[in-house]
């Protein structure tokens, strides 16, 4: 794929406009594209499975996606993918190309090489300054280690840490996940 390379921040409009990629994660930070491969097997292979895991939990009322665009900002335009997020499912619909982040009740990255620092920095102060109520990372890399964050009073707090067995709450909603199993056989 080629792209042609704005010489300013770019809009929502020119955003729409971009090509499909394959090969390319896109996302838009101050209106900049930030460009990332895509990610890996076990990172593609954990995310499918917390997807699921969280799917199974969690009440009707709540639905969970992966890889949904979230549009954290307009001006200057701010567009994340997480790799999970939970919303409520009065809000959702089939054709819609994004989430607004006052949606978003819960955002999880699986920390990637290349996008650590982005995930655990970057993204959770944007996550943070957009309004969305939990954001946790999941860490692969070693013993698999989740990380769970609260907003509270316009920052995160730390709920929890965990390796092995995880208990989180998502919106109130006690969830066990084996952390192990997410990228296991």
């Known amino acids: 794929m080629s792209l042609t390379w704005p010489d300013h921040p770019i809009t929502l409009a020119e955003w ?5 990629s394959g090969d390319l994660r896109l996302e838009v930070a101050e209106g900049m594209l930030v460009v990332s491969a895509k990610p890996v097997f076990g990172h593609q292979r954990a995310c499918l499975r917390l997807t699921a895991r969280l799917d199974e939990a969690l009440p009707d009322d709540l639905i969970v996606l992966g890889d949904v665009e979230v549009m954290l900002e307009e001006s200057p335009l701010t567009i994340r993918a997480p790799d999970v997020v939970v919303m409520r499912t009065d809000v959702y619909e089939p054709d819609r190309a994004r989430a607004e982040a006052a949606e978003v009740l819960l955002a999880v990255e699986i920390l990637s090489d290349g996008t650590r620092r982005v995930d ?8 943070a300054d957009a309004g969305i109520r939990q954001y946790w990372i999941v860490d692969l890399l070693g013993q698999v280690t989740l990380t769970a ?16 067995s995880a208990s989180p709450q998502v919106a109130s909603v006690p969830v ?3 952390l192990d199993r997410l990228t296991a056989r």
């Not at 729409?16 to 499909?20: H, Q, R, S």
């Not at 655990?120 to 996550?127: A, G, H, I, Q």
């Not at 964050?149 to 092995?164: A, I, M, P, S």
């Open 16 to 20: 729409e406009a971009l090509p499909e």
């Open 120 to 127: 655990r920095v970057l993204k959770y102060s944007e996550y």
């Open 149 to 164: 964050f609260q907003l509270v009073d316009g920052e995160y707090e730390l709920t929890g840490e965990w390796t092995g």
């Open 176 to 178: 066990t996940l084996d």
